[in-house]
């Protein structure tokens, strides 16, 4: 890291600041648009550190999401989403290259893990469209043939991402540390001064890793991948449930929501014919009554690798769902539109079709014990 190598090579505690202010706040696109910086200093960079660890190569839009496919130093594929609701622009991002994990409907599972990203490289995710949304800015104010009000410290808030969702590619806690140290990046004022409430990271519910985090004292929102209110359902749809199943998720995340005072996000990925009948309400009503939660129902996004026994299902049984739990259970929930269907960015779909066959990873498990769920892959 750069803010590393200028304390290495002797430069005073404003110069790193100077440099981090550049390129967190003004979102520089390159070390020599650092004006603050000597001529000097600024060859220097450019000799001897990379400005970027991503790489672009294709940018896709459309209404109200883009996604972008960023090609790592090893030559490896990720991606990365920005959506914009209302004027808020929120980027979902990935933490790792793959995922482990296999729910049966999700793309990035049938991948297989091929390896965790670096702290920077989750980041810089973020930095991407902050400078694509700086752009648009730039770009607009010509249009209206106004003077731009930039100012780093303080940039309009139409010009920078607000908020931040792990669920991109990968299971963040099984990139524990790296995902942590990116989230103090996010968070830090002088950096990208994005608040903890928010953040969300999405876990399938690694209880290890849930208690981690309790302890750090970071308090950003949880979602949890539910997918199921039964334990015989959810092993099927979900392996890692075999590993830690609901009888040992509830309880941890009871402890979350008593730390944070803030409920929990409970994705539930709506399988036709396999999770949306009546009954999978009623037993959702029962697990999740008398709890802080939110229940978002996110219609399965077809993936052809995932098979054809897995379907859409119809927006009816939803709301029958939907009435069941509120009427019945006091439970709110909340169907969640599908942004980027047609960009291939929604939910689930990051696998990246780009990536070559030997880049295939594995499908690791818990339970064998060759993947460790807190530590480094
Ligand atoms: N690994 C984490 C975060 C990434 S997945 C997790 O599982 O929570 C982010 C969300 O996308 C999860 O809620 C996941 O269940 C959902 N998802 C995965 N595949 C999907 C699909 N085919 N259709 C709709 N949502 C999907
Ligand atoms: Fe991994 Fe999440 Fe996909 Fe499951 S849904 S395979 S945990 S990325």
Same mark, same amino acid.
């Given at each position: 890291?750069?803010?590393?190598?200028?304390?290495?090579?002797?430069?005073?505690?404003?110069?790193?600041?100077?440099?981090?202010?550049?390129?967190?706040?003004?979102?520089?696109?390159?070390?020599?648009?650092?004006?603050?910086?000597?001529?000097?200093?600024?060859?220097?960079?450019?000799?001897?550190?990379?400005?970027?660890?991503?790489?672009?190569?294709?940018?896709?839009?459309?209404?109200?999401?883009?996604?972008?496919?960023?090609?790592?130093?090893?030559?490896?594929?990720?991606?990365?989403?920005?959506?914009?609701?209302?004027?808020?622009?929120?980027?979902?991002?990935?933490?790792?290259?793959?995922?482990?994990?296999?729910?049966?409907?999700?793309?990035?599972?049938?991948?297989?893990?091929?390896?965790?990203?670096?702290?920077?490289?989750?980041?810089?995710?973020v930095l991407y469209w902050n400078r694509v949304l700086k752009?648009?800015?730039?770009?607009?104010?010509?249009?209206?043939?106004?003077?731009?009000?930039?100012?780093?410290?303080?940039?309009?808030?139409?010009?920078?991402?607000?908020?931040?969702?792990?669920?991109?590619?990968?299971?963040?806690?099984?990139?524990?540390?790296?995902?942590?140290?990116?989230?103090?990046?996010?968070?830090?004022?002088?950096?990208?001064?994005?608040?903890?409430?928010?953040?969300?990271?999405?876990?399938?519910?690694?209880?290890?890793?849930?208690?981690?985090?309790?302890?750090?004292?970071?308090?950003?929102?949880?979602?949890?991948?539910?997918?199921?209110?039964?334990?015989?359902?959810?092993?099927?749809?979900?392996?890692?449930?075999?590993?830690?199943?609901?009888?040992?998720?509830?309880?941890?995340?009871?402890?979350?929501?008593?730390?944070?005072?803030?409920?929990?996000?409970?994705?539930?990925?709506?399988?036709?014919?396999?999770?949306?009948?009546?009954?999978?309400?009623?037993?959702?009503g029962k697990l999740l009554q008398h709890r802080m939660a939110?229940?978002?129902?996110?219609?399965?996004? $077809?993936?052809?690798? #995932? !098979?054809?026994?897995?379907?859409?299902? @119809?927006? &009816? *049984?939803?709301?029958?769902?939907?009435?069941?739990?509120?009427?019945?259970?006091?439970?709110?929930?909340?169907?969640?539109?599908?942004?980027?269907?047609? $960009?291939?960015?929604? #939910? !689930?779909?990051?696998?990246?079709?780009? @990536?070559? &066959? *030997?880049?295939?990873?594995?499908?690791?498990?818990?339970?064998?014990?060759?993947?460790?769920?807190?530590?480094?892959?």
């Amino acid at each position: 890291m750069f803010s590393k190598y200028l304390e290495e090579t002797g430069q005073k505690k404003f110069r790193i600041n100077q440099v981090n202010q550049a390129i967190f706040r003004d979102l520089v696109s390159g070390f020599s648009e650092i004006t603050t910086l000597s001529e000097h200093l600024r060859k220097d960079l450019n000799e001897n550190q990379k400005f970027s660890v991503l790489q672009k190569t294709k940018h896709v839009r459309s209404k109200d999401t883009e996604k972008i496919l960023f090609k790592t130093e090893d030559g490896k594929f990720i991606e990365s989403v920005l959506m914009r609701h209302k004027g808020r622009k929120t980027a979902c991002i990935s933490s790792q290259i793959g995922c482990p994990a296999g729910c049966v409907f999700c793309a990035t599972g049938k991948m297989g893990i091929i390896r965790n990203l670096t702290d920077r490289e989750i980041y810089e995710q973020v930095l991407y469209w902050n400078r694509v949304l700086k752009d648009e800015y730039f770009a607009e104010c010509e249009k209206k043939g106004e003077e731009p009000k930039w100012n780093g410290k303080n940039p309009p808030h139409e010009a920078r991402v607000r908020n931040i969702v792990f669920m991109g590619m990968g299971e963040p806690m099984f990139n524990y540390e790296n995902v942590i140290s990116a989230i103090k990046f996010l968070n830090d004022d002088k950096k990208f001064g994005i608040g903890v409430r928010h953040i969300t990271l999405s876990t399938v519910g690694i209880v290890p890793g849930i208690e981690k985090l309790l302890e750090e004292g970071l308090l950003i929102n949880l979602a949890f991948s539910l997918h199921a209110a039964t334990n015989e359902l959810r092993d099927e749809l979900v392996p890692m449930n075999k590993t830690y199943n609901l009888d040992m998720l509830m309880p941890v995340l009871d402890k979350y929501t008593k730390k944070t005072g803030r409920r929990i996000f409970y994705e539930y990925v709506v399988l036709k014919g396999k999770n949306d009948r009546p009954q999978d309400a009623h037993d959702l009503g029962k697990l999740l009554q008398h709890r802080m939660a939110h229940l978002n129902f996110i219609p399965y996004n $077809v993936n052809p690798e #995932c !098979g054809d026994d897995l379907i859409t299902p @119809d927006e &009816p *049984e939803m709301r029958i769902m939907q009435n069941i739990l509120l009427n019945e259970y006091d439970v709110p929930s909340t169907i969640r539109m599908t942004m980027g269907d047609d $960009v291939d960015a929604a #939910c !689930g779909q990051l696998a990246n079709k780009e @990536d070559k &066959p *030997e880049n295939k990873g594995k499908i690791l498990s818990v339970s064998e014990g060759n993947f460790d769920p807190t530590g480094q892959a």
